[in-house]
Structures are given as structure tokens and as C-alpha cells.
């Protein structure tokens, strides 16, 4: 089961985020409008050396800017969280994978979703809000009931240090990790890492894994 720390952009927290049993994912969000925008003058060295894969942020930016920032930050995956169409993740995906972020509701359209399971290793679902993510509310859970395509999905908006049992209650034949963020936060983009190992200690314990052997699929 997949574990994605999304937002981190301080240095420290970064480190801190790295110690960490059963983190496999890192998000950096290199989208100016957010809160928690990545800065990208600085790459701390501490970001490059660790085995936490990196998984850029981007929100309907042109395809160049994303190739670039990507090779820049020696990103291993890209993250799409915009009205970014099929063709643009079939030409991205050609040189990393790609995760593709959907905001969901009851009149989400699983069709249109489908459209893009050939270029994306991942989906993500998150809350319908009115920013691209971190609105910080979970959906009902159970609409993705409807979602019945092979591309393994992430689930996304307002988990927090409550929800472990929530989620070891939810069942879903594809569903392949979470991702968290603004529910573990002291302040945007600073992430409260005793919250974060106590969750993960917990939920591990519940789904009886230790953290040092959670794995990525």
C-alpha cells in the first residue's frame, strides 16, 4: 500500500519526512497559486538524497514547463492535477509516469475518467472543491463504488490523524494507497511528523504490517 506525503516543501520537514517508516511517495507542488508552492530557486541537497520517490505537482502547465521542472528536480513521477486532456498524459507519460488527480462527487463521470487509464499508472481521487486540491474534506467514500477501471487509484482529500479505521474499513479492488496533506499540518506546507508516524503506526498495526515493510506495489 502506497503512503504519499503531499506539500513538502521545508527542508527540515523534508529530512524529518525521510526518517519516517512507510512513507513511499513525496509530492512537491510547483503551482504558484498554492499554499503550499514548492520554491524552486532552492533544491536542498537533503531532497536528493533519499529513497522517498519524488512526485511533482502541476496544474494545466505547458508541457515544456513541466519536461523542465521534472528534470530539474529529478522528479520520478508527475502529477496532474488540472483540466490536462488524454493527449497531453500520452505525450508526458512517455518519459515518466504519470498519476492523473480527479475531483470526485456524485456527478463525477467515471467515462471521461476512463479515457485516461492508457496513459496513467495511477489515478487519484480527491474532493470536489474549489481549488485543484487541498481543499482539506473528504468525499463520500463510497461513490467510488461506480469506479470499476484496471488503473490502480490513490485516495486523496481531508485524511487526517482520525482515520485510520475509516480507512481500514474501506475496500476497493483497486484502490492502491493515500495520500496525505493539509490534515496533518501545522501550517500549510509544514507537516506535523509526530501526527504522521502515529497515524502511520496505527493504521499499519490495524492492517497487522509493520511500517518497515510496507511496500509499494
Keep these: 500500500m502506497i503512503v504519499k506525503v503531499c506539500g513538502m516543501r521545508d527542508p527540515e520537514n523534508i529530512a524529518g519526512l525521510q526518517r519516517l517508516s512507510g512513507v513511499q511517495w513525496m509530492g512537491m507542488i510547483f503551482h504558484a497559486a498554492s499554499p503550499r508552492a514548492f520554491n524552486r530557486a532552492q533544491l536542498p541537497a537533503v531532497l536528493l538524497d ?115 479505521s475509516r480507512l481500514q474499513a474501506f475496500q476497493h479492488p483497486n484502490w492502491a494507497g493515500i495520500d496525505l496533506n493539509s490534515g496533518f499540518e501545522i501550517r500549510a506546507g509544514l507537516k506535523d511528523l509526530m501526527q504522521l508516524e502515529h497515524f502511520l503506526h496505527t493504521w499499519s498495526t490495524l492492517r497487522g504490517v509493520l511500517p518497515s515493510t510496507l511496500q509499494t506495489p
Design 50 to 164: 533519499t529513497a522517498i520517490q519524488r512526485v511533482g505537482v502541476f496544474v494545466d502547465q505547458p508541457l515544456e514547463a513541466v519536461r523542465a521542472t521534472a528534470r530539474n528536480f529529478k522528479l520520478h513521477r508527475v502529477q496532474l492535477h488540472g483540466s490536462e486532456s488524454p493527449e497531453y498524459c500520452r505525450e508526458l507519460c512517455r518519459e515518466w509516469p504519470l498519476i492523473k488527480a480527479f475531483r470526485v462527487d456524485a456527478k463525477v463521470d467515471w467515462d471521461r475518467i476512463a479515457a485516461y487509464g492508457d496513459s496513467c499508472s495511477h489515478f487519484l481521487f480527491d474532493t470536489a472543491g474549489p481549488q485543484p486540491g487541498g481543499n482539506g474534506q473528504r468525499f463520500d467514500w463510497s461513490l467510488l463504488s461506480g469506479y470499476s477501471g484496471p488503473t490502480p487509484f490513490l485516495l486523496a482529500g481531508g485524511i487526517g490523524p482520525g482515520d485510520a
